[in-house]
């Protein structure tokens, strides 16, 4: 994201577009490197309701819920 001043001081952000398979592959990674789990293994753990409740999984959740209705639209 790149951050401008606009003309009332707050800032502009442009916002950043990824595919979903982009953001897959993204969540894939940090499942990996933030938990040591593969993208099935947290997925599994997130639909069985088996994930910590900790700042790594809350983000990740956020953005497996872009992707899991993305393909529901």
């Known amino acids: 994201m790149q951050h401008k001043v606009s003309h009332n001081g707050y800032p502009h952000i442009e916002p950043l577009e ?18 040591g789990m593969t993208y099935d293994e947290f997925l599994k753990a997130y639909h069985e309701g088996d994930l910590p409740d900790t700042p790594a999984v809350n983000e990740l959740v956020i953005l497996l819920d872009f992707v899991e209705y993305s393909s529901r639209v």
């Open 18 to 35: 990824i595919s979903d398979e982009e953001l897959r592959e993204q969540i894939a990674q940090e499942a990996k490197d933030r938990l």
